[in-house]
């Protein structure tokens, strides 16, 4: 029987697929409405069920799914402080859940849950597992490195569990004893990764390496570009981009235009970038069709991306089309319908 804290996930939630169980038994038809009292009954793993759910879900959906993985990460997390072994539950509850959502490959998906400063520690590590996921199949990765990098990119962050919250969530600056405490996580990290022999060592790594740099400035051991793992790669412009966008409790979250300049200048020494071109490409080209706010408060639709230049791209505005590039205008946010 799936647990109650899981199926409620997917209530409502329609059946893209006929859902049987690993005998190959029908269980439920194609089409079917996930209701409470199904969910109660089904004795399959999650996975095989969040399987089934892969037609395209409203952003009500979305933010349904993605706050109960927040919510189970968040109690994983803290339960693997009693008890190490809780931690492979993240690969048969969260993980399922942000490949689905991945997979959709929807711009809401990417912007749901950015601006809500609420657990954010915990909401952080299921935005770049979701970001790091969808950059990996756009770099053409096989299924299976896509499921290592996003197990790595929900687990990237778990050394702050051996940083104080005081630290975590401090609202003023950090002296500079508090921020090397902050950049302990990356060891801490891999450390309590490495002990658990479960995990290749790639996604130790990950947690190890998303915040060392091309030129050799990151932290901790200050490695340059031929010394980190491509999947670390992946994971630190995932990371940037989702903490760069979310509110936190000490600022709200940066205008859109300026995280993309900011990645697409560190692509020049900090961040790499090959990765770095095709992330903003397929980012900007999911918005074509949707509505976003410019600088000066004007709601406008994206009609165009440009391939020399996708952050400035072509907008309507009533009846007028802008090529932001040569205004001075700028997106500060996407409206994701």
């Not at 199949?137 to 104080?164: C, P, Q």
């Not at 990765?275 to 410019?294: H, P």
């Amino acid at each position: 029987m799936i647990a109650k804290e899981l199926y409620e996930r997917y209530i409502g939630l329609t059946l893209l697929h006929d859902l049987e169980n690993e005998e190959g038994t029908l269980l439920l038809k194609k089409g079917t409405v996930l209701s409470e009292s199904v969910l109660k009954r089904l004795n399959i793993p999650v996975e095989r069920l969040v399987y089934t759910l892969t037609r395209s879900s409203t952003k009500h959906e979305q933010v349904h799914l993605m706050e109960g993985a927040a919510e189970e990460i968040k109690t994983i997390f803290q339960n693997f402080q009693k008890d190490k072994n809780t931690l492979t539950q993240i690969e048969s509850t969260v993980l399922p859940t942000v490949e689905h959502l991945a997979r959709e490959e929807k711009l809401s998906i990417l912007l749901v849950g950015m601006h809500d400063k609420d657990d954010y520690t915990y909401r952080h590590n299921i935005g770049v597992a979701i970001v790091a996921s969808m950059l990996a199949r756009w770099l053409k990765y096989s299924e299976e490195e896509i499921e290592l990098i996003t197990l790595g990119g929900l687990l990237h962050d778990i050394g702050k569990l051996h940083v104080s919250d005081y630290v975590l969530t401090k609202p003023g600056a950090l002296t500079n004893e508090e921020y090397k405490a902050i950049q302990m996580h990356t060891t801490f990290g891999y450390d309590i990764l490495k002990k658990d022999s479960t995990y290749p060592e790639a996604i130790c790594l990950m947690a190890l390496e998303h915040h060392e740099r091309e030129n050799g400035t990151g932290y901790p051991h200050q490695k340059h570009a031929d010394q980190i793992h491509p999947f670390s790669k992946i994971i630190a412009i995932a990371d940037v981009f989702h903490a760069m966008t979310s509110d936190r409790v000490y600022r709200k979250g940066h205008a859109l235009y300026t995280v993309l300049k900011q990645i697409k200048d560190d692509a020049f020494g900090k961040l790499e970038p090959t990765f770095v071109s095709i992330f903003i490409q397929k980012f900007m080209e999911l918005s074509i069709g949707n509505y976003a706010e410019l600088n000066n408060g004007a709601i406008v639709k994206i009609m165009f991306i440009f391939p020399y230049d996708p952050i400035n791209p072509l907008v309507r505005l009533s009846d007028e089309l802008i090529e932001l590039s040569k205004s001075d205008l700028y997106i500060t946010r996407l409206i994701a319908e």
